[in-house]
Nanobody
């Protein structure tokens, strides 16, 4: 399994950014996909998780109403649309994949994920 994250960069507060994660060597539509982030000096945390079919995603309280996770099973890609970005969103964002129950809200711990991408830096300037 390979996961390749892309799309990070520098954006001003209030702006938007979309990051992507392309998966290969995987039966993509049988994996739940998650986006995690890690800011300097902080633990990695789940930001958003999406199940096989893209229904009932999970969002961390800190990003609800601002971030949207989606997936394109034909393209083996998961996206994270980030709007109204804040300085506290600055972090390295990682995509991750796991198999299991088709419930996004269940898979919010990093230890539940077997496969990880390399991370993409998102920096929000205030």
């Amino acid at each position: 399994v390979q996961l390749q994250a892309s799309g990070g960069g520098l954006v001003q507060a209030g702006g938007s950014l979309r990051i992507s994660c392309a998966a290969s060597r995987i039966t993509f539509n049988r994996y739940l996909m998650g986006w995690f982030r890690q800011a300097p000096g902080k633990e990695r945390e789940a930001v958003a998780v999406i199940n096989w079919t893209g229904s009932a995603p999970y969002y961390a309280d800190s990003v609800k109403g601002r971030f949207t996770i989606s997936r394109d099973n034909a393209q083996n890609t998961v996206y994270l649309q980030m709007n109204s970005l804040k300085s506290e969103d600055t972090a390295v964002y990682y995509c991750a994949a796991t198999t299991g129950y088709n419930s996004a809200t269940y898979y919010v711990r990093e230890t539940q994920y077997a496969y990880w991408g390399q991370g993409t830096q998102v920096t929000v300037s205030s």
